[in-house]
């Protein structure tokens, strides 16, 4: 009876380092009204998982707590008033509140799809958050055109390797900035220039870029600026430091970092990419759901090629 009642899921009960991180029985959730029950096949890690347990996200997410939001599974059961799936289909997207590191987790139906069929679990649990992330960062906020270029600082992370191939799909010219051991695999997502910054400052290459996206963040933001045409767009996807007053100075447009609920049809359009070989998704790392401490050590430290992700079904 506990076996049906309950699951393994990773939790923490405080903030801190990846040691707190416990992989412990839990109740099993219910789908409620217009949710689906899904059994997780794989998690995609997000630096907000690890920033959220670390403390830097404050007290918005109640403890004790269930880190992961993208998910790769198979519906388990359907809630009232829940139409768009059946039982035992393969579907993919993103939680509504987390939860994602378990057996089971519900989400509401209106952020999933049905999982592309050219991708496995692992793959398809890789793609929601980051690849979301870069076309709104790009398209909503960037406004990027064909034929103009964009610089995206970090361009060999999750939503960087997705962010050079989407801007590349648009028709714009990729200038993609990553330490020197990434240059080829920038090359390989198609960039069509590399920038190593441990060797050339990006205060050296002013006036190039109509968009900069910046996955990176930090105190060092204002070396992005610089980079930019006058009137052009600087679009965040994690928080740094930029000066109001430089970017007035430049007439830079700096926008705010945007928290995105990702919609069925962004899930769809997506995935159909990736049915047509437009988009590829490159993991850096696997690990099983036991040792999610693994998994976010590795997204800690900022050296990720591509995406890492828990595995719960082999």
């Given at each position: ?26 109740e ?6 217009g ?12 630096p ?8 830097l996200?404050?007290?918005t ?18 809630g009232?008033d829940?139409?768009?799936y ?6 993919y997207?993103?939680?509504?509140n ?6 089971y ?12 069929e ?8 890789a ?27 970090g ?9 050079v ?20 695999f920038?090359r390989?997502?198609g ?15 002013p ?11 930090g105190?060092?933001?204002d070396?992005l ?13 994690t ?21 995105l ?32 401490r693994?998994?976010h050590e590795r997204s800690?430290?900022r ?12």
């Amino acid at each position: 009876m506990a076996d049906v009642e309950t699951m393994k899921a990773i939790r923490y009960h405080s903030h801190g380092g990846p040691e707190v991180l416990e992989l412990e029985r839990v109740e099993r959730p219910q789908a409620a009204g217009g949710e689906v029950l899904v059994k997780v096949h794989a998690i995609g890690v997000n630096p907000g998982d690890w920033q959220i347990r670390s403390g830097l996200a404050g007290d918005t997410f109640p403890l004790p707590y269930i880190p992961g939001w993208d998910v790769s599974g198979v519906v388990a059961a359907v809630g009232p008033d829940a139409s768009l799936y059946r039982e035992g289909e393969a579907v993919y997207g993103m939680t509504a509140n987390s939860g994602a590191c378990a057996e089971y987790v519900v989400i509401p139906e209106s952020q999933l799809a049905r999982k592309p069929e050219s991708l496995s679990h692992l793959q398809a649990a890789a793609v929601p958050m980051s690849a979301f992330t870069a076309w709104h960062a790009l398209v909503k906020q960037g406004q990027l055109t064909t034929g103009q270029t964009v610089l995206i600082h970090g361009a060999s992370g999750g939503v960087g390797h997705f962010a050079v191939q989407i801007a590349k799909l648009l028709g714009a010219k990729v200038i993609g900035v990553a330490s020197g051991r990434n240059q080829a695999f920038l090359r390989e997502l198609g960039a069509d220039e590399c920038i190593d910054y441990t060797v050339t400052p990006l205060t050296q290459l002013p006036g190039i870029a109509d968009l900069v996206l910046d996955t990176v963040g930090g105190p060092e933001g204002d070396t992005l600026l610089a980079v930019l045409k006058p009137g052009g767009r600087l679009v965040p996807v994690t928080y740094g430091h930029y000066s109001a007053d430089k970017a007035a100075e430049l007439s830079i447009d700096v926008q705010d970092v945007r928290l995105l609920q990702i919609a069925t049809a962004d899930l769809e359009r997506i995935g159909q990419w990736f049915d047509e070989d437009r988009l590829r998704v490159y993991i850096d790392t696997v690990v099983p759901l036991e040792e999610t401490r693994q998994a976010h050590e590795r997204s800690e430290s900022r050296r990720a090629r591509g995406k890492i992700v828990v595995q719960v079904i082999p």
